[in-house]
């Protein structure tokens, strides 16, 4: 294991560089008292943002009885949150925020309280989140500075195809991006989704009861729309992968760089070009149900600017969740903490889209072969 922890350890030294000013969640302690837990990670542009509340103690975390959410921007109150059901509380960000409390256990969704509320943010913008729980008990707060928005576009694609009963495609996209001299800025390539729109056609033959030679075909259409979110291999892209080489690569895997994130520490305040690749099948999920359809689809990729805080966050958290039996963690591991008051995380990023149109793909049903293309 003398290549992994090559790695790890600069990476860990990475990490304490980027929050040095900040405060860690240490696990594996009993001494801590009962306090707020608050978490959330907040988008520019989102229509609604979410912050969830919880009583963190020492070996478990318990839902709060009452508690309140309000949201600041540049030391104005711009927002209060209302409490909200588990099920209402969609943000999809949310699967990042795996929550720990210091007994190192996960908080599960179900013991936090979400609140939602709607706010406007650009960069610069200084957001404070602040809460208060079981009847003002516990009291914590949050301030985040809006990162800037990436300067990133689509440079170029490439394709290969696996026939099969549905056409499998692999797309390598490479993407061309700006980076700002002279200061230090991070980055995550937050996800990839494929949105498709399918016109279907059908018919159904309808006879002549007084001639059955008589048979009159009616046409029907029918148009689905549904969103996919793909899976983004990084392969072995020297800015994704932290430079590491291929066979470091192969002992420890191309996942470990679980959330897509990266530093301007290679390219600092120069152009830059990252590349990954996404696959899928090409064809609607009621393929089998139709003779004929047409699918039109684009790509969709979020790459946003991130603080350091939430780098080191989710580099730390990918850390945990991939590497905990290693003996490298011998020793507590521990979260940035930006929550004052209380324990937690609240992370803002601002995203740009890159939308990639794809081809349209047709289909109709031929004899006995089969829904080949």
Same mark, same amino acid.
């Given at each position: 294991?003398?290549?992994?922890?090559?790695?790890?350890?600069?990476?860990?030294?990475?990490?304490?560089?980027?929050?040095?000013?900040?405060?860690?969640?240490?696990?594996?302690?009993?001494?801590?008292?009962?306090?707020?837990?608050?978490?959330?990670?907040?988008?520019?542009?989102?229509?609604?943002?979410?912050?969830?509340?919880?009583?963190?103690?020492?070996?478990?975390?318990?839902?709060?009885?009452?508690?309140?959410?309000?949201?600041?921007?540049?030391?104005?109150?711009?927002?209060?949150?209302?409490?909200?059901?588990?099920?209402?509380?969609?943000?999809?960000?949310?699967?990042?925020?795996?929550?720990?409390?210091?007994?190192?256990?996960?908080?599960?969704?179900?013991?936090?309280?979400?609140?939602?509320?709607?706010?406007?943010?650009?960069?610069?913008?200084?957001?404070?989140?602040?809460?208060?729980?079981?009847?003002?008990?516990?009291?914590?707060?949050?301030?985040?500075?809006?990162?800037?928005?990436?300067?990133?576009?689509?440079?170029?694609?490439?394709?290969?195809?696996?026939?099969?009963?549905?056409?499998?495609?692999?797309?390598?996209?490479?993407?061309?991006?700006?980076?700002?001299?002279?200061?230090?800025?991070?980055?995550?390539?937050?996800?990839?989704?494929?949105?498709?729109?399918?016109?279907?056609?059908?018919?159904?033959?309808?006879?002549?009861?007084?001639? %059955? @030679? =008589? /048979?009159?075909?009616?046409?029907?259409?029918?148009?689905?729309?549904?969103?996919?979110?793909?899976? *983004?291999? &990084?392969?072995?892209?020297?800015?994704?992968?932290?430079?590491?080489?291929?066979?470091?690569?192969?002992?420890?895997?191309?996942?470990?760089?679980?959330?897509?994130?990266?530093?301007?520490?290679?390219?600092?305040?120069?152009?830059?070009?990252?590349?990954?690749?996404?696959?899928?099948?090409?064809?609607?999920?009621?393929?089998?149900?139709?003779?004929?359809?047409?699918?039109?689809?684009?790509?969709?990729?979020?790459?946003?600017?991130?603080?350091?805080?939430?780098?080191?966050?989710?580099?730390?958290?990918?850390?945990?969740?991939?590497?905990?039996?290693?003996?490298?963690?011998?020793?507590?591991?521990?979260? %940035? @903490? =930006? /929550?004052?008051?209380?324990?937690?995380?609240?992370?803002?990023?601002?995203?740009?889209?890159?939308? *990639?149109? &794809?081809?349209?793909?047709?289909?109709?049903?031929?004899?006995?072969?089969?829904?080949?293309?």
């Amino acid at each position: 294991m003398k290549t992994l922890h090559k790695h790890i350890f600069p990476v860990f030294l990475t990490l304490l560089f980027l929050v040095s000013c900040e405060k860690e969640i240490s696990f594996h302690r009993n001494d801590i008292p009962d306090q707020l837990q608050m978490n959330g990670l907040l988008t520019v542009g989102d229509t609604v943002h979410y912050v969830h509340l919880a009583v963190s103690r020492a070996m478990l975390v318990e839902k709060i009885t009452d508690g309140s959410v309000r949201c600041l921007v540049n030391g104005r109150q711009v927002a209060e949150g209302t409490a909200i059901t588990y099920e209402a509380a969609s943000d999809e960000r949310e699967e990042d925020m795996i929550i720990y409390n210091p007994s190192g256990t996960p908080a599960k969704r179900m013991r936090q309280t979400s609140f939602a509320f709607r706010a406007d943010f650009a960069p610069g913008d200084v957001v404070r989140i602040e809460a208060e729980a079981n009847g003002g008990r516990y009291k914590a707060w949050s301030e985040v500075t809006v990162p800037d928005a990436p300067e990133i576009a689509l440079k170029d694609t490439s394709s290969t195809f696996e026939r099969g009963y549905y056409l499998k495609q692999n797309m390598k996209l490479r993407l061309r991006g700006k980076d700002s001299a002279g200061e230090r800025n991070l980055y995550r390539i937050d996800r990839v989704r494929r949105n498709v729109t399918t016109t279907f056609h059908s018919r159904d033959a309808q006879w002549d009861s007084t001639d %059955p @030679d =008589n /048979v009159t075909w009616i046409e029907h259409t029918r148009v689905e729309k549904h969103s996919d979110k793909m899976w *983004i291999d &990084l392969g072995t892209d020297p800015i994704l992968t932290e430079g590491m080489t291929v066979d470091e690569l192969d002992l420890l895997g191309t996942s470990t760089n679980t959330y897509c994130v990266y530093s301007d520490h290679l390219f600092d305040g120069n152009d830059y070009d990252i590349s990954f690749s996404v696959e899928w099948y090409n064809a609607p999920p009621s393929a089998g149900l139709f003779e004929k359809w047409r699918m039109e689809s684009e790509l969709a990729v979020r790459v946003m600017g991130i603080t350091a805080a939430e780098y080191a966050y989710l580099k730390a958290l990918d850390l945990y969740q991939n590497l905990g039996d290693d003996t490298v963690f011998a020793e507590p591991a521990s979260f %940035p @903490d =930006n /929550v004052e008051g209380g324990l937690g995380f609240i992370g803002i990023a601002n995203p740009v889209t890159i939308t *990639i149109p &794809l081809p349209p793909v047709e289909h109709e049903e031929s004899g006995d072969e089969g829904i080949y293309y």
